[in-house]
């Protein structure tokens, strides 16, 4: 069985590599075998991960009871997750997997156009039929006897997540949320970026530096240029992240670089890394996209956005940066740290940015329950943005089509992003309880500390845990909103003066 | 069936940019992972092009008599082909090819370990069982009335090649050779390589410049730094280049990216660049390795190490290479020329380097034959390299130990490298005739009309000829010594007084 996993686990990350090559180094012509390349390494992968013989091996691993006896153990969890991700690949039909596919992939199309025309009403039809699609393989999924349409698709994410948990979370959090973005704004008024022109080389040189010292194993992994920041590879001995620079913006290129190594030193600290037999198997492989996202976000805005971590790394401006050796480390900790609700998501503050996610995890849990028409989107979407961020929405291209997610028929994927800055925030107080001084060890640039109680109480678990209860696992709790909003409150109601 | 060859090629065009990928890119932790990867798309690779639904295809194909009425159309190259690697592949036992398979990845370590130490009796076992395991293949894939078992293996590089022909051809070449070599070493003397230091970013800029000017296609193609120069990728519209940099030797990288270059243009130049139908067909395919090679040689030789290439060049250094700028055309012409007989082939210069190949095929002609015993070897490559070349071998570390090919079972390889310099020849003299102002072009950088010319008389030809057809059709004769030693002594005579 674990043979037979590898090897779709051996296709899956030459499709990886492929992918990470077409963004990083392909020429521009070669784009269209690129996609035969990947189209046939998925159809390979796929038929690998469903073929028949590994529901019979299944069968056979799940009766032997001395392998499966202690539910954390390696098999048994094994045995669990290959289960999973089997019974979610067999239950779709071929036919709807691949109108699926063609479907999303001319969505993606139309929806490219729709948003640079700022015309919903193109992109309309084809959401609508990416609904109904998606609707249809929720049912072929199934849900659970409380649960809803949504449960099923956000599975493919978040195992176990449902939208009455999410809900649970979010309902009280929304509020008060948008209570302290509105009380910044209210406050923040003019403030502007910082300005400082700073030439990619030595941009690169510092993102390097940082990524290295904070515990990027470059001997492990490499960092490249592409459009949009990204963590790929093929897995734990070779990750691959990405970044971009603005030569105006130093601290953009800093801080995307710090969120893309938190997923790598999670990929590059997975049990893997200490056992190869593991490569490959659900063990050596990550919770949820949640998880994976809490130890992006903990690096880039707990650490990366604190003082703490400032007035260690403005000192190393100085040769890295001369043009930013000028700026204090108050200056640059109020300028990581500048608060403006605004439009666009992939810009949000820290402050503002789960209010985004907010709306369109309510908006899609309407569109696939059927509660909300595909046509109304863009009203329901104007309001909530005027309600949660006191924003009158400008046209759709900022409004409803910004994000490409749905179009692709990621529907249950948003809400991975605050369940992540959720997770990171209790963690990052729970390690701060185990270890008083941290803040005094990252004001030294040592983070040899964090990285190894991530390592110990997350990245090393592998699958053991489902996210809920890794977190009450590591943290003793149940995810909870207050560890997100002490920091939020506690950074930015003194930066303020509220 | 065309369908099902694009298949095989898509796996193999992957494992080719994962190869790519781990010579130049591969964080050194990566490599355990590729070896696997790649192994699962070579075993995927092969059963791909030996499904018996492929021989079932090619039955039909061929039997539709209307299909392949004319042995040159793309239906009837296309099917040719297919049989020809279908036949082959088929034919050797799955149990061969994995003894093989183990056995040279071990030779493989046994003679780095054996040259490292130049002990001959550590690698001498391993050679006389893949000189066993080879013969036994040349058996399953037979070979011609008039041949012998050489010619089963020579097959797989240089389709339609024999012992016999390649004799018929190396041996009234290699008196004459091995007596210009002799009169131009006892007239160069002490002559030394002229050392200018230009930084390694310096002859980036130029070495891609050249390239560029002489016709590789940047929107379809990389050039990277590898330890050892290649040229690889997926296909015409994906070219990946290599070279390498000595800060004190200019002339070594920019022959090289000339040389690897010429091998880019050809795959830039296949009949798929013009017809994406036709991409992973074998009228997309390079007609052997000697054409391959002939390709790169002509530009790296026939016009890099031509003074009217130099001509043009030498001025160019001015800007992209300064420390090199004062250095005159005669100067730069001579020391890309300098002939120097040594024990190494790859350092060789061109008016010795083929007589380190015809060695090397009398040598494994004989191993395969029987004639020669492994233990023999030594003293056979000696005795040759005396009488040859005029030199005493040190030892054997520098001797019948310094390639890696036989260890990988490359038996019937080397020839391909003296052919591709034949045919280099051979076309540029026909070149030449067809374009009387060809050195006048060289001379003011225009080198579009010889692209042209090639790309019409070879690359777009795909696979439609052998290699001894296309010589005889696009030259109007067979291959022949003769253009060779016209322009090595066209050369080297005047240069060395002689």
Redesign the interface.
């Known amino acids: 069985l674990i043979r037979r996993t590898r ?1 779709a686990h ?2 899956e ?2 499709a990886s ?2 992918s990470w ?1 077409q963004e990083t ?6 784009v ?3 996609s ?2 990947l189209a ?2 998925a159809r ?1 992968a796929h038929q690998a991960a469903t073929d028949p013989v590994i529901g019979e091996l299944l069968a056979v691993c799940e009766s032997d009871r001395e392998l499966t006896a202690d539910p954390l153990s390696i098999p048994a969890v094994s045995v669990r997750e290959i289960r999973r991700h089997y019974d979610r690949a067999t239950r779709l039909p071929a036919a709807l997997v691949e109108e699926l596919a063609q479907v999303t992939s001319l969505a993606r199309q139309e929806w490219a156009e729709a948003r640079q025309a700022s015309d919903f009403a193109r992109f309309r039809p084809w959401l609508e039929r990416v609904v109904t699609l998606k609707r249809r393989a929720a049912e072929c999924y199934g849900w659970g006897a409380q649960g809803e349409p949504w449960d099923a698709l956000a599975e493919g994410f978040e195992p176990g997540c449902t939208a009455r948990g999410v809900a649970e979370v979010f309902t009280p959090l929304r509020p008060r949320l948008a209570e302290l973005a509105a009380r910044i704004a209210a406050k923040a008024g003019a403030d502007r970026p910082l300005t400082v022109i700073v030439p990619p080389e030595q941009q690169m040189a510092l993102v390097r530096f940082v990524a290295e010292r904070i515990g990027f194993d ?5 960092l490249d240029l592409s459009t949009h920041p990204f963590c790929g590879g ?2 734990g ?2 990750v691959r992240i990405t970044t971009r620079f603005h030569e105006s913006n130093i601290f953009d290129g800093l801080l995307s670089v710090m969120h893309e190594s938190g997923h790598a030193i999670y990929e590059q600290g997975l049990p893997g890394s200490e056992d ?1 037999e593991l ?1 490959g198997t659900p063990m050596d492989a990550a919770v949820s996209l949640a998880i994976h996202e809490s130890q992006s976000r903990l690096w880039e805005n707990q650490v990366g956005r604190s003082r703490a971590f400032w007035t260690w790394c403005q000192p190393q401006l100085r040769s890295l940066a001369p043009a930013a050796a000028g700026l204090g480390v108050e200056q640059v900790y109020r300028a990581v740290n500048l608060v403006k609700p605004d439009f666009i998501r992939v810009e949000a503050d820290e402050a503002t940015y789960n209010l985004h996610i907010m709306v369109r995890f309510e908006l899609e849990r309407a569109l696939v329950s059927g509660d909300l028409a595909v046509a109304d989107l863009p009203g329901a979407w104007n309001a909530r943005y005027k309600e949660y961020l006191g924003l009158t929405v400008p046209d759709d291209a900022r409004g409803c089509l910004q994000d490409i997610h749905w179009s692709l028929g990621s529907i249950g994927y948003f809400p991975t992003y605050t369940l992540g800055n959720l997770y990171a925030a209790q963690f990052f107080e729970k390690a701060r309880s185990d270890m008083p001084d941290l803040d005094a060890q990252i004001e030294e640039g040592q983070f040899g500390g964090l990285r190894a109680w991530l390592r110990r109480h997350v990245h090393a678990q592998g699958k053991r845990y489902r996210a809920a209860e890794l977190c009450q696992v590591v943290t003793g709790r149940a995810l909870s909103p207050e560890p997100l909003l002490r920091h939020l409150e506690g950074k930015f109601l003194p930066l303020y003066d509220l």
């Open positions: 090897e051996l296709l990350s030459s590599l492929l090559d180094m392909m020429p521009p012509r070669g269209e075998h690129r035969r390349q046939l390494l390979l470059f001997t492990r992994g490499r093929t897995h001995h070779d190869e490569i």
